[in-house]
């Protein structure tokens, strides 16, 4: 007999990586007849990770009132925040979880984790360490980010699974065209996310005389948009800001782009699912080594450069005039690589977890 599963986390909208991953799995659980129930957790956009406000702490008093179907679940999913009070928000869901001896599946998406418990003290420490150590069993994005959950669960207990691209993302053939500098970044909208760093980067080469075409599409936090929107436009005409992109839109302009441009140093940041999109289409990718990024891409299939630097990210543009063979390589790479990023693939192994012993 299939398990009831109850998913506690983010959902869209915002659309990022965990309330996307959330509404896939709650997808593919209902394609394969499970029965599923939520309760979104998610909050606006903005980059203050782990801040208080009422409207937060509203917005979850009222998520609280959904605490009854935590009694009808066989399995509880979570996928909390990484802050104090981004776990401390599913405690109650956790501590009614734990007293009815509910199974607790914890799931990080990130690399902040960690640093949260280690610079944490006193009641905060023993509180994180207490509602985490409830679970069952926990999941990573990959195997570099156990670190996430090791002061927590035993190492039996911590299953790595790899993120996906979207299943219409994968198309049988794609065509990329490479006739010119083609420059692509999807994602928030946000200083950590490195959207400053790319826009310096691209002032530079406009400054150089290279020929470009740069489409940037996301979210934007409000407390940095009219920044974005006065870089955007001292750029000119060889760069478009297309808003939020879903479906189509969102292939086509995955498919329109050679070069995505992912510049991240988010503290939050596990393993980006715009980073698979981006392979899944054919796109070399410029990015950095940070968090679990090295564990799904290489020298390969990317051009890696350091954080806060528009100057080499700026550098590696400009190959494409002279090495262009070389970001057609890693595009080609790329469309082979991503075909075992699916989402059959990651709720197969999220269901791995749940079933196992």
Known sequence: MKKSILIIGPFPDPLHGCSLANEVLKRGLLKREYAVEIIDMATSLSEDIGSFSFKKAAYALKNYLSIYKVFRADIIYLTPGQSFLGIVK????????????????FHVHGNYLWQEYEKSNGIKKKLIKFLIGSSSKGIVLSPSLEKNLSPF???SKIFSVFNFAENYLHAPSITKKFD??????????????GIFDLLEALRLLKSKGVYFEAKLAGGIDPNIADRVFENIQELGCNVRYLGLVKGIEKKELLTWGNVFVFPTYYRSEGQPIALLEAMTTGNSIITTKHAGIPDILCDQ???????????????????????????????????HEAAKYTEDHYVYSI???????
């Open 90 to 105: 599913y405690s109650l869901f956790i501590l009614a979880a734990r007293m009815l001896g509910k199974e607790i599946v």
């Open 153 to 155: 669960l035993p190492r």
């Open 180 to 193: 010119r500098l083609r420059v692509v970044y999807l994602s928030n909208l946000m200083t950590e996310k």
């Open 301 to 335: 299939n990317a051009f890696f450069v350091d954080i806060k630097s528009p100057e080499q990210i700026n550098e590696t543009l400009q190959k494409f005039e002279h090495n262009r063979k070389e970001f057609i390589l890693k595009s080609d790479f790329n469309l």
């Open 351 to 357: 269901l791995e977890v749940v079933n196992a012993k």
